[in-house]
């Protein structure tokens, strides 16, 4: 049976065997809270956590608003992976950061539809990757629809920024600036490198806060 004949109700059974090839080959979109969470939890600066990748690097032509226009031209924020991997990505194959993994790693593959009195209409698999999948398992139906609307407000919420970010350098190109940076962009969201522990020293240098809009 192929997977555009599978019934919700069978779809509804998937279980994940851990081989992390959904870790390895597909690119994950991250939002500023996913970032946020991770910086949080790790104490790492957001720019070793993420690259920024171009259309080339990406299948996101149907969605537009995932890019930021950057200093190095349109981009989308995703995870970085080093070796094919992603960085939580453990040697026994499972994630280093899983309570804060992000909400994309959270939802997939399964790809519900809903309709809007909160009934399950569709069910698919995203087809990222080879999957090994078993259908033994049970995916609550209340869970997977928390889910799926805790990643279409977090999206939301975060296209809204990248709106707002575009205009800024729309703005500053008619001014005759160039585009900011990754860094700058970061800075919007409101996601920055954790201080790091002060320094025993009275005579400590004190600096200006950083200001965005000047890189």
């Known amino acids: 049976m192929g ?3 599978m019934s919700i109700a ?3 059974k998937f279980r994940c065997t851990g081989c992390g090839n959904c870790c390895k080959e597909p690119l ?3 939002t500023d809270e996913d970032l946020g969470r991770l910086v949080s939890h790790t104490g790492t600066d957001p720019m070793q956590l993420v690259k920024f990748v171009s259309k080339d690097e990406i299948d996101m032509d149907h969605e537009p608003e995932g ?3 950057l200093r190095q031209g349109k981009r989308v924020m995703v995870l970085k992976h080093v070796l094919g991997r992603c960085i939580y990505l453990g040697p026994d194959d499972r994630c280093s950061v899983y309570e804060e993994r992000p909400l994309g790693c959270r939802v ?3 790809d519900p539809t809903f309709s809007r009195s909160g009934k399950l209409v569709r069910l698919q698999l995203i087809q ?3 999957c090994p999948y078993e259908l033994d398992g049970h995916n609550s139906l209340r869970t997977l629809a928390s889910l799926n609307q805790s990643y279409d407000g977090a999206m939301l919420r975060y296209r809204t920024k990248i709106a707002d970010w575009n205009r800024l350098q729309r703005r500053r190109k008619r001014q005759g600036q160039t585009a900011q940076s990754a860094r700058a962009f970061l ?3 409101g996601v920055v ?3 790091k522990p002060a320094q025993a020293s009275s005579a400590r240098r004190r600096l200006p806060p950083f200001d965005p809009s000047t890189t």
């Open 28 to 30: 994950l979109p991250l």
């Open 193 to 195: 490198a954790p201080r």
């Open 10 to 12: 069978k779809l509804l």
């Open 3 to 5: 997977l555009g004949e």
């Open 128 to 130: 990222a990757t080879e």
């Open 108 to 110: 997939f593959p399964l």
């Open 187 to 189: 800075a919007f969201l």
């Open 67 to 69: 890019f930021a226009s």
